[in-house]
Structure formats: C-alpha cells, structure tokens
C-alpha cells in the first residue's frame, strides 16, 4: 500500500460523553406566614373549607399535578445535541493536526504521523480496514468528509478511540459479508482514481491480494501469486472482472484444482493459471521421483 496509510501518544475524550442536566419540574409555593385569628379558630387548626394549609386552594393543586413535568423531549435532545457538537470538534481538532498545509486533505506526510500515533505501520491490514471504513477513494489519502463520516462511523472522535475500535473492525472484516465489502473495496482503493485507472498494475494487485487475504488467507493463494510474479502469461494489470471473480474461485475451487473447468464462465487468465500451476506440479513429482531413484540406487550400490 505504500509508506503512507499510518503509537497512541495523545489520548483524548471518545464519542458520546452526555453533561445535559435535565431542569427541574417541580414547582415551589410560597407559604403564607399570616394567619388572621379573625378567620380561624386557632393558628394550628386545618384551614377551613377548600383552602389546604399551605394557603393553596384545592382545586389549584389538582390542576398543577395533572401538568406533566417541563423537562420531557427538548432537554435531552440538547444533551445528544451537545454532545455530537462536542465530538465533532474533537473529529477537526484531530484532522487539523495531520492535514495538509495547502489543501484541505490528509496526505502521504500527514498518513506517516498518523499511522504513527496509531501505532500501526502504514502497511498493516488495519490501515486498509480504517481505509475502508472511511470509504476512502484514494491511498495515502483522507478528504475531510472522508474523515469525519469515517469518524463518525467508527464512534471514534480521538487517537485512543480509533485505538480501541480496531478489535471490533477486525472481527467484522472477518464476516462473510463485510469480507467482500472490503475485498471488492480494496480494488478500488488501489486504483489512481486521478489518472482514471480501470486495473490494477500486476505489482500493486500482488500487493494487495496479500494484504487483503492477511486474516483469511486461501489455500490456492500463495500459487496464484507465484504465478503472476513468474508472469507466464505478460499480463500487464489486473481488471475488476479478474479480481472479484478471483474471491469466487477461492471459494469454490478446491486447492488441488481438480474440479475447476474450462467450460464454466472463468476469466481466460484462471485457465492459463491452471494449465501452468498443474504443468508445474507434474514437473515437481517428476523431479521428486528422479531424486528417489537416484537415492535408492545409490543406496543399492553402497550396500553391494
């Protein structure tokens, strides 16, 4: 992937911290101090007719019960509210410190410091985990909507957020489903999307067959690379066809290749890759039963 996509040095706060404090309902009354002798009996009797003792009639107090409490709805909305403000100015504190001077993107220099706090190398199978959970389009490269969707995301707002996320990114990239997400992602992701690429350079697939497959690697997989390094065929890029259909053929071709047919819908490559990879086994035995022989001759001659 290049030195570029990038030890958690600066902690700072994660996604969804709530301070909102909810106002109170309750309403205090004013107790009337004066008690007239003229009107009642005593100053410790209960008040006459509907006036309770706090001064307060009857039918008022059953009125202020029924009202339901002020702070229900808009005090919690202001709460998630002020908290999402909170943690999106805590997503472009962290984008300011590794974008670019002159344009407003995160660059190969800025990936390098980046990967750097993360503690990964720019290299590593989470890097292109991060890439793909923020939908970037291009490497070494994060735009800011990129990185504040990609933030968002995760639930991550700081270094030591995105830290703790990567567990959890791994075991999705692990399912099925997400697997292909990612795979047919990383296609994209390795194209040149400003010199309007449609393949892959064979060394840049190479690369990145190895990086995809680091948690769930075929048994077919190091041939297949063998093969395309050995290049019999001089292909010279990989196209979008070849590299999904590949997922497919790890899928359903056995490692001994000896269910896989011609006669089905496979890119011409994979029939070449056949051909070649069971030329290459027949060659291995051959040299292997020639070495025996000649072992147990000579074995023979030493014992006569």
């Known amino acids: 992937m290049g030195q570029c996509v990038t030890k958690c040095k600066n902690p700072s706060s994660t996604l969804g911290s709530k301070n909102g404090e909810r106002e109170s309902g309750s309403k205090s009354h004013s107790k009337r101090s004066v008690v007239h002798k003229d009107d009642q009996g005593s100053s410790c009797g209960k008040a006459p007719g509907d006036i309770l003792v706090n001064g307060t009639k009857k039918t008022d107090a059953a009125v202020e019960a029924s009202q339901p409490p002020m702070f229900s709805g808009d005090t919690k909305k202001d709460s998630v509210s002020s908290a999402e403000e909170s943690s999106l100015q805590r997503i472009g ?41 923020f939908q970037a389009a291009t490497m070494c490269k994060f735009t800011r909507k990129e990185f504040f969707e990609g933030c968002k995301a995760i639930n991550a707002d700081s270094i030591d957020g995105i830290c703790a996320r990567f567990p959890s990114l791994l075991n999705e990239a692990k399912q099925e489903d997400k697997f292909k997400d990612l795979y047919r992602f990383t296609f ?41 390094i050995e290049n019999p065929s001089g292909i010279k890029g990989i196209s979008r066809d070849t590299w999904n259909m590949f997922l ?47 072992t147990e001759g000579l074995c023979a001659d030493e014992q006569t």
């Open 188 to 228: 994209q992701f390795g194209l040149d999307s400003e010199e309007g690429q449609r393949s892959l350079h064979r060394e840049i697939a190479i690369a990145l067959w190895k990086l995809v497959f680091t948690q769930n690697k075929p048994p077919i997989l190091d041939q297949w690379l063998h093969f395309l």
């Open 93 to 133: 504190e962290l984008f300011r410190r590794y974008k670019d001077e002159r344009e407003d993107a995160i660059l190969e220099e800025g990936m390098e410091r980046f990967c750097n706090d993360l503690c990964v190398d720019p290299t590593e199978f989470k890097v292109l985990v991060l890439a793909w959970k």
């Open 248 to 294: 497919n053929f790890t899928q359903v071709i056995g490692p001994d290749l000896s269910n896989y047919s011609e006669d089905e819908a496979w890119p011409s490559l994979f029939d070449t890759f056949v051909e070649w990879e069971m030329e290459r086994r027949k060659k291995e035995e051959e040299t292997k039963c020639i070495t025996s022989s000649d």
